[in-house]
């Protein structure tokens, strides 16, 4: 199972970005999906979570400006962010967690991480 994140970018304060994240291998079915971002000298953060029923999760500091939404068909959650701020620079990180099918049982449960993209927001 592998989380391919994609991207991130520099982008000037006010500016947006679009990020997507999909996943791919022996899955089954996603539960939740999320983006955390980890800024330098700072610990993970949650920034947004969906359900597979399409509820959504935001942190305070990014309501009204970051809309995170799925394709449950495709494998995907994106998170679109509008703008931007120089503190909305971080490694942004996808999360998802899975139902993972072999071919003698399935295993619930199953937390993934994406390698996860950088975001930038200059001044």
């Known amino acids: 199972v592998q989380l391919q994140a994609c991207g991130g970018g520099l982008v000037q304060a006010g500016g947006f970005l679009r990020l997507s994240c999909a996943a791919s291998?022996?899955?089954?079915?996603?539960?939740?999906m999320g983006w955390y971002r980890q800024a330098p000298g700072k610990g993970r953060e949650l920034v947004a979570a969906?359900?597979?029923?399409?509820?959504?999760n935001y942190a305070d500091s990014v309501k009204g400006r970051f809309t995170i939404s799925r394709d449950n068909a495709k494998n995907t959650v994106y998170l679109q962010m509008n703008s931007l701020k120089p503190e909305d620079t971080a490694f942004y990180y996808c999360?998802?967690?899975?139902?993972?099918?072999?071919?003698?049982?399935?295993?619930?449960?199953?937390?993934?991480w994406g390698e996860g993209t950088q975001v930038t927001v200059s001044s």
């Open positions: 999360n998802a967690d899975l139902i993972i099918a072999t071919p003698t049982e399935y295993y619930y449960g199953m937390d993934y």
């Open positions: 969906i359900t597979s029923g399409g509820i959504t």
């Open positions: 291998g022996s899955i089954f079915s996603i539960n939740a």
